[in-house]
């Protein structure tokens, strides 16, 4: 299968210049595929409607999307896509396994990780490209070793094979680009376009094949999974995944087809969401604040840019997630009808001056006037925020203590871009130092 495309455009503008819907009351709006909707901006609005029991995600399928949509975020066993007692009922099973005490045990091996890949980029000299030499090496060494398949036997998994399954799990149909109010900018969802527990929420683009290529890649990967889970059920360690079957097997009511596609989800989407969030927040430094790129070896400095970094760059170019309301609700001045269709843009949130007045070009040292919406809010925040966070903040630290003089060899313009997931980032990140 062929990796996703680059695109050699230079229309595109790095996703932190993304054009944005301002914020402003909710108002009616069209989506790309010509359903009626209500356009929700404002920071208050969107944590409103975020957390508001009478807001779903559920049946969406059948009122209309913000645009094309992966199989992964358009299957209804997904944990994205329940509301109600059966999401409360998987919801509660996930968070089980993500105890605190088991992600303190878990910081201090993320951080090596990201450690033996600066080393490895260090000793391998300049010039290199960050993208195969760091942006993704760090993604997936930390997801293999959390899911436990980094070693040998049946569970290992190489790279390419992840790399081959997430593009087919993350693929949409549609063209690169397309879309209009909402569309214009990018959706963070739970990071970017991300929705909890790591699966992605709608985007545009295309990739991991077609026709029954694509569906043999999917019904390889299910396979994978579905017979990882048994293996785990049969002779369970301290995995992640085992930690997620022990916990479903023993609250009873969790269909297997949801644990499975939990699993996947967790694996191949939360890999991806790292590597495109980590790239993109590179192209950003390092391309339009160089200034700043020394001071992230203070890594109080490091932890509150990757908080803002996360907050104001968003992984993908779609703006609105979706929702549907099951009552009216009354959002600022405005009453909204039961059954209408909802289109959040956590990215204008985000970027709400009456709460953020700062701005992304601000100091990336200062801490956020608000707690961010990157990782959405209310029954749907994203479970892995914990692993974003921590692998950005290390990353960013680390590569700057061991690289301070590190440096773009090609301005921003000139990047092309991989399209076709539900993330979009740097094709290539050729440094020097």
Known sequence: MDSVAADTRTTLPPLHRLPLTPAQPP??????????AWLITRYHDVRQVLGDPRVTRADLHDVGTAGATADVAANPASLFNQDGPAHRRLRGTVQRAFTPRAIAGWQP???????????????????????????????????????????????????????????????????????????????????????????????????????????????????????????????????????LVRAADQDGDVPEESLVFLVAGLTASGNESVAGALANAL???LGERPEHWPRLADPDVAERTAERLLHYIPLGDDEATIRRTTAPIEIGDVTIPA???????????????????????????????????????????????????????????????????LRLTVPVAELTWQLGSTTRSPARLPVDW
């Open 109 to 243: 091996w993320v951080a090596a990780a990201v450690q033996q890949s600066v080393d490895r980029l260090v000793a391998a000299g300049a010039p290199a490209d960050l993208v195969p030499a760091f942006a993704r090496p760090v993604p997936f060494a930390v997801t293999t070793r959390l899911m436990g398949l980094d070693g040998d036997g049946p569970d290992h998994l190489d790279e390419e094979r992840l790399h081959r399954w997430t593009l087919a799990l993350l693929a949409q149909g549609g063209e690169p680009g397309a879309g209009g109010e909402p569309g214009a900018g990018g959706e963070p969802g739970a990071v970017g376009g991300q929705g909890e527990a790591g699966e992605p929420g709608e985007a545009d683009g295309q990739a991991g094949g077609s026709g029954a290529e694509h569906d043999d890649t999917l019904a390889e990967f299910g396979a994978f999974m579905g017979e990882l889970v048994a293996r785990r059920r049969r002779d369970p360690g301290d995995d992640l995944v085992s930690r």
């Open 339 to 405: 059954d209408s269709v909802l289109a959040v843009s956590l990215g204008s949130a985000n970027r709400d001056p009456a709460v953020h007045p700062e701005g992304l070009d601000a100091d990336l040292g200062l801490p956020l006037a608000a707690p961010t919406l990157a990782f959405s809010a209310g029954p749907h925040y994203c479970i892995g925020a914990w692993r974003v966070r921590l692998e950005m903040r290390e990353s960013l630290h680390r590569l700057a203590t061991a690289l301070p003089g």
């Open 27 to 36: 108002h009616p709006t069209t989506l790309p595929d010509g359903t009626p």
């Open 283 to 285: 192209v950003y430094v």
